[in-house]
C-alpha cells in the first residue's frame, strides 16, 4: 500500500506571495492532518480535515488554510506568505482506530520563503 | 495548553551504550505515540500505547506509558548508528474527541560508530 505523498518536495517563494501544497494520504484513511515543523518551535498542528470537513483546528493565523476534496485528497494554502512561514509542512493520513489515532506522515514540503 | 516536554534535547553516545528518553506532561492523554524523524522525511510511526503503566518493546526499544497517564519513556538498548535521529513522542489529548496531537519538543540522538 503506497505511502503518504506530499507535492511538491521543495519550495522556494518570496514575501507577500501565496502557495498551494498537496497530500494525498493513504488509500482508505479519511482523515488528513497538517502540521508545520520549524527548528524553534518543532511540531505544531495546523488543522485535520475528515469526510471534507475541518474538525479540528490550531492556534494559526487566517492566512493558513486548506480542503480535503471527495478523494481524500488535501490541500493547505498560505497566503501573504511572510519569512516566519518558512518550514517544513507535513501532512498526515490516519485510520482512526480506538483510542489511539495513529498518524502515517509524508515526506512534508520544504518552504523557503524569502 | 497541553505540552509534552522531553528530555534530554541532545543526546550524543557511542554505538552500544543504552540511553533513555523521557516525555512529560502535567495533562493526561488518552493515549501516546512514539516517532523518529530522519533528516528530510516525516516522522515514522514506531509504537502506540494506551494503557497507563502498559510496556511495550520492539526489538531493543522499550516503550512505557506512565501509571497515570502523563508521561512515557523510550529506552533503547545497545544503540547502533540506525537508531540515529530525531525522537518525538506525541499525546491525544484526553476527551478531545478529535485528532489532534500534541508534539513533545524532540531529542536528537546521534548514535557514533
Known amino acids: 500500500k503506497a505511502g503518504v505523498t506530499q507535492t511538491p518536495r521543495y519550495l522556494i517563494k518570496t514575501r507577500g506571495q501565496q502557495v498551494t501544497l498537496s497530500c494525498s494520504p493513504i488509500s482508505g484513511h479519511r482523515s488528513v492532518s497538517w502540521y508545520q515543523q520549524t527548528p524553534g518551535q518543532g511540531l505544531q498542528f495546523l488543522f485535520e480535515y475528515f469526510s471534507e470537513t475541518q474538525r479540528n483546528k490550531g492556534n494559526f493565523p487566517g492566512r493558513f488554510s486548506g480542503r480535503q476534496f471527495s478523494n481524500s485528497r488535501s490541500e493547505m494554502n498560505v497566503s501573504t506568505l511572510e519569512l516566519g512561514d518558512s518550514a517544513l509542512y507535513l501532512c498526515a493520513s490516519s485510520l482512526q482506530r480506538g483510542a489511539a489515532y495513529e498518524q502515517f506522515f509524508g515526506p512534508g514540503t520544504r518552504l523557503t520563503v524569502l | 495548553t497541553q505540552l509534552l516536554e522531553q528530555s534530554p534535547q541532545f543526546l550524543s553516545i557511542q554505538e552500544g551504550e543504552n540511553l533513555t528518553v523521557y516525555c512529560n506532561s502535567s495533562s493526561v492523554f488518552s493515549s501516546l505515540q512514539w516517532y523518529r524523524q530522519e533528516p528530510g522525511e516525516g516522522p515514522v510511526l514506531l509504537v502506540t500505547v494506551v494503557t497507563g503503566g502498559e510496556v511495550k518493546k520492539l526489538k531493543r526499544l522499550t516503550f512505557q506509558f506512565g501509571d497515570a497517564r502523563k508521561d512515557s519513556s523510550l529506552h533503547i538498548t545497545a544503540a547502533q548508528p540506525g537508531d540515529t535521529g530525531l525522537y518525538l513522542c506525541?499525546?491525544?489529548?484526553?476527551?478531545?474527541?478529535?485528532?489532534?496531537?500534541?508534539f513533545g519538543t524532540g531529542t536528537r540522538l546521534l548514535v557514533s560508530p
Open positions: 506525541a499525546g491525544a489529548p484526553q476527551n478531545t474527541g478529535f485528532q489532534k496531537l500534541v
